[in-house]
């Protein structure tokens, strides 16, 4: 088949984004997470390395890598490249199945194909490609997880099955908070799933129960939590609303919104997924509660994207002056593509189902397919140029160059950067990263 031909010219594309946007020299986050390394191998508290909130989230996939990184190979990053990229694929693989499960014959592949690459972007590719952007991936994975796992039916697991798939949905729950605090926003998406899947009082008490508990200790004493916090948004009135409805908007548009040739018909896009994602989540979420097992999981998927939308532009609109919204976070709102496929997709074939109809459906299929790829090349080879331009800004800095263009790729401070690279190198780790 055409489609799943250009599929895998798509992933293998997604692989080869990845070897190129590498970057592994220490550079913004990374020095205050390897140096905070340094400190627990003073320290030996292993606890507190772990624990510890960075900025506001406690990325205890992130210490641990860091820690096997620097004991196993002396800092050379590969290994956060290789989880996340893993954790990527694995979303990619959950929501394909699901696909295949709802949808039998060549429309479940159809589906899936569009699902696979909705996830497997050259965005995507960054984040795996670079070590501190790990951590949505690894988010992406838990939360796809979770919600997978918990979506299942007695009458088609069986109880015993289904009471320990959703065990481990609650313990995959948790584990995606570890990779970033927008995680949290799986928990509610969680109880409404229990209610829908008739799970009884018992698990919708637990869900509660552990989700409070859980994002109680996570959140105690986070420093800078967004939400309500003095430091972060601006002070309420119009221009501040307006503010967090541009916000909302970009973010709902990514990647487009970040392409200066595209931000204008980026934000429509964005304004209309907004749109879509709300209606959706209110007609199959409230007034007419998804049945079906796909319906629940993209209700699910479009919820999260939405929740961590709204968490940004409620957080960061105050901080970010010019209003761009980081395109690292194309992977929360890659869900929600995929959850408007899974509603939309099964109702069109329902619909187009005569042999010329389910033709043209492909055809249109094929053609989404084409220019994603298109998409794809574009963006990447845009993502590579601008890697290769900072891989050069962090060359000069490790030669010891300081000048102030290097501000907005190193980082903010300077002199601070050039302590920590020193701590780094004085330790013997990282000297032979790329």
């Not at 624990?51 to 641990?64: D, G, K, N, S, T």
Request: proline share 3%; aromatic share 12%.
């Amino acid at each position: 088949m055409a489609l799943l031909l250009i599929a895998a010219v798509y992933v293998v594309l997604f692989a080869y984004y990845i070897h190129e946007t590498m970057i592994g020299q220490p550079y913004w986050d990374m020095f205050s997470i390897i140096t905070r390394y340094l400190q627990y191998e003073r320290d030996g508290n292993l606890w507190a390395y772990l624990w510890e909130p960075h900025v506001q989230h406690r990325h205890v996939w992130m210490r641990l890598l860091t820690s096997f990184d620097a004991r196993v190979f002396s800092g050379i990053a590969y290994p956060f490249v290789v989880v996340a990229a893993a954790c990527q694929v694995t979303t990619a693989w959950l929501l394909w199945r699901a696909a295949r499960r709802s949808e039998a014959g060549d429309a479940g592949i159809w589906m899936g194909c569009v699902a696979v690459m909705a996830v497997l972007t050259s965005v995507a590719a960054v984040d795996c490609a670079i070590p501190m952007n790990g951590i949505y991936p690894q988010a992406v994975m838990f939360v796809v997880m979770a919600v997978v796992l918990f979506n299942g039916e007695e009458r088609t697991d069986g109880r015993g099955h289904l009471q320990m798939r959703r065990v481990l949905a609650v313990l995959g729950a948790i584990a995606a908070a570890f990779g970033n605090a927008a995680a949290l926003c799986v928990w509610p998406i969680l109880v409404w799933l229990a209610w829908r899947v008739r799970a009884g009082r018992v698990w919708m008490s637990a869900l509660v129960i552990v989700g409070s508990v859980f994002g109680a200790a996570y959140l105690y004493r986070l420093p800078g939590v967004a939400l309500g916090d003095a430091s972060s948004p601006v002070a309420p009135g119009l221009g501040a609303a307006w503010r967090v409805g541009d916000y909302l908007i970009t973010y709902m548009g990514l990647p487009w919104t970040r392409s200066a040739a595209l931000a204008a018909a980026g934000k429509g896009i964005g304004a209309l997924f907004l749109l879509m994602s709300i209606a959706s989540c209110l007609w199959w979420g409230v007034v007419r509660p998804a049945k079906s097992a796909l319906d629940r999981l993209a209700c699910s998927l479009v919820a999260f994207s939405l929740a961590t939308a709204l968490l940004a532009a409620f957080g960061r609109s105050g901080i970010d002056a010019d209003l761009r919204v980081p395109v690292r976070y194309s992977v929360f709102v890659a869900l929600m593509h995929v959850g408007l496929l899974f509603f939309a997709g099964p109702r069109i074939l329902a619909r187009w189902n005569s042999l010329s109809q389910r033709r043209v459906v492909y055809a249109a299929a094929v053609a989404v397919a084409l220019l994603l790829t298109a998409q794809q090349i574009v963006s990447g080879q845009a993502a590579v140029a601008t890697t290769q331009s900072m891989r050069a800004t962090l060359a000069r800095f490790a030669a010891g160059e300081e000048t102030d263009d290097m501000k907005a790729v190193v980082y903010v401070d300077l002199e601070q950067a050039r302590r920590d690279h020193n701590a780094i190198r004085a330790a013997g780790l990282y000297l032979r990263a790329r």
